[in-house]
């Protein structure tokens, strides 16, 4: 290692303090590079100096290339650092050994000696047995940190009483009383720690790759619903623009021909109607003639010869309106109509409210059905308390109670649009379940706890800490410590948010799935004492709290 760096000082410029870049050597013997000594002597008139030796010349030396130091610079700069990255900077850790005007980068820093080393000064805690113990760390500033101020010895001790390093001696004099370790078991202690604590972000990190995971499936099925929606709405919407335009052309042929058929009968009633006016119109014509013979012998003789002037009226002819264009019309109305009805209904969902004043305009009222209740639970106040007792009063002979689990349901089946609130003593172990109504009641297996299946929604709280379970599987929430819950159902959306309320709404957990039967609002005692409650508010005609904040606050 030295003997590098001292080739590399001996093929360094004197001007630049870097490798020679094509270098020259002038009659003192001394080499630069080229670029250096023509910017050095620039400037100069008459006299010429050497920058290293001061030696002087009355002319400008001639530069001779030195071939020899050309080629073993380019070697050393293939295998060696710069200057740069051997000299200390601005933000570098000098070396504490070494001397001169510009100082080496510190390559370690030893713990034992609180010294900075640079390459060539380290390399005794290399070589010497006894330094070869000492701790080499990366390079540090702040290694006097580590110096005890009042007793001037390194800090190799960790008191856990005050949280901070002392050294030997102030763990025998103001530290005595207080629990201390060496440091390095200290620092392995946390480390272990930090392992513990990084394996959980880990696995935190794991659960959001794996619901970033099914949120990114649930995306790609709803783009691949929706092409496929798109797709057989464009072929369907084709092909009934083809059926409409084949009825269409049918009934304009139909129109039209219809059309013909009575403008025809129109026009032979009209023919006829003037022919039978110009019978009329000759008769009165006769008539008039007649009337104008002044011979009462010759007007008898010609009247009894032309009685036929006299013939009968001819009757009116009747022609009854046709009703196709009011048929035709009224088809057209109603297949509009249907096909208005049809979009209609895939129209977006109505949105879900944003403020507890939208909730409670939702609300409905929520008891609980005595015959689904296990005999440890007690329901008073028109089925809307829910009391744990302790013991349970013996098994229950209804078909439709829970067996096993401390568990009830509700006794309205919702649907629709619908939302309630839950209060408890939050340190009691609860879930608030949304369930159909043909779980299993007896017995303890699976099917019958609530969130262990595929019939079953809920949310567990306990100690003021929330996880929501569907299907044996728990996902941890994030929500402050609350007594209530306001729960909201979209049934046809398949949507069921849940809000820890205090004095604020909280989003806790989103739920987005389908439901194919009404639903049940369901209540499991897992763990409390006896007298533990839970309440279902009346909220239908409760007012909204004042200064009611977003229902998304504080997500």
Avoid at 276 to 297: A, G
Avoid at 426 to 455: Q, S, T
Wanted: charged letters at 20%.
């Amino acid at each position: 290692m030295a003997e590098k760096s001292l080739c590399r000082e001996s093929l360094m410029c004197p001007i630049c303090l870097d490798l020679l870049q094509s270098p020259v050597t002038i009659p003192c013997g001394h080499s630069f590079c080229k670029t250096c000594i023509d910017y050095n002597w620039k400037d100069q008139r008459g006299w010429y100096r050497c920058p290293e030796c001061r030696k002087s010349f009355h002319y400008r030396p001639a530069l001779v290339k030195n071939f020899m130091l050309a080629g073993v610079a380019e070697q050393l700069k293939e295998t060696a650092p710069t200057a740069a990255d051997c000299y200390a900077g601005p933000q570098d850790v000098n070396c504490d050994m070494c001397s001169g005007k510009r100082k080496m980068k510190a390559h370690k820093s030893c713990m034992q000696c609180l010294v900075s080393y640079c390459q060539v000064h380290l390399q005794p805690h290399y070589d010497i047995a006894v330094l070869q113990k000492h701790q080499l760390v990366a390079p540090s500033h702040t290694l006097q940190e580590n110096i005890c101020q009042e007793h001037n010895e390194v800090k190799k001790m960790f008191c856990r009483t005050d949280n901070q390093l002392v050294c030997v001696v102030c763990c025998m004099d103001q530290h005595k009383e207080h629990v201390t370790v060496t440091a390095s078991s200290e620092k392995e202690e946390k480390q272990l720690r930090l392992q513990d604590r990084k394996a959980q972000l880990n696995q935190s990190i794991q659960h959001i790759e794996k619901e970033l995971q099914n949120l990114q499936q649930e995306e790609m099925r709803i783009m691949d619903s929706a092409e496929r929606a798109e797709a057989h709405m464009e072929g369907s919407a084709e092909k009934v623009v083809r059926c409409l335009l084949i009825k269409k052309r049918k009934l304009k042929r139909l129109i039209w021909g219809e059309r013909n058929m009575e403008l025809n009968l129109v026009d032979v009633q009209e023919k006829q109607l003037l022919r039978n006016m110009s019978t009329l119109k000759k008769s009165i014509s006769d008539m008039d003639t007649l009337m104008s013979i002044q011979n009462p012998c010759h007007f008898l003789h010609q009247y009894s010869f032309q009685s036929w002037l006299l013939p009968p009226l001819t009757p009116s002819m009747s022609h009854s309106p046709s009703v196709y264009a009011e048929a035709v019309a009224q088809a057209m109305s109603n297949l509009s109509t249907a096909l208005n009805t049809s979009i209609r209904d895939f129209s977006a969902p109505e949105p879900e409210p944003t403020n507890r004043a939208g909730f409670l305009s939702c609300a409905c009222d929520i008891s609980m059905d005595p015959s689904t209740a296990h005999t440890a639970l007690f329901l008073s106040a028109e089925n809307r308390v829910v009391t744990l007792r302790s013991p349970a009063q013996g098994p229950s002979d209804h078909p439709h109670s829970f067996t096993h689990y401390r568990q009830v349901l509700s006794r309205e089946a919702l649907s629709g649009r619908c939302y309630w609130e839950m209060e408890w003593n939050w340190k009691v172990g609860v879930r608030m379940a949304l369930c159909y109504g043909d779980i299993e009641r007896r017995g303890h297996l699976d099917d019958c706890a609530f969130g262990h299946n595929l019939k079953s929604w809920a949310v567990e709280t306990f100690d003021g800490k929330f996880s929501f379970w569907f299907n044996k599987e728990r996902l941890e929430l994030s929500g402050r410590p609350a007594s209530r819950i306001g729960v909201f159902l979209d049934h046809s959306a398949g949507v069921v948010s849940f809000y820890s309320i205090s004095h604020s709404m909280t989003l806790l957990h989103r739920l987005q799935t389908s439901f194919n039967q009404p639903l049940h609002v369901g209540v499991w005692f897992y763990w409390g004492y006896h007298g533990d409650t839970v309440y279902f508010p009346p909220i239908r005609n409760n007012p909204p709290k004042p200064n009611t904040k977003s229902a998304t606050d504080g997500n």
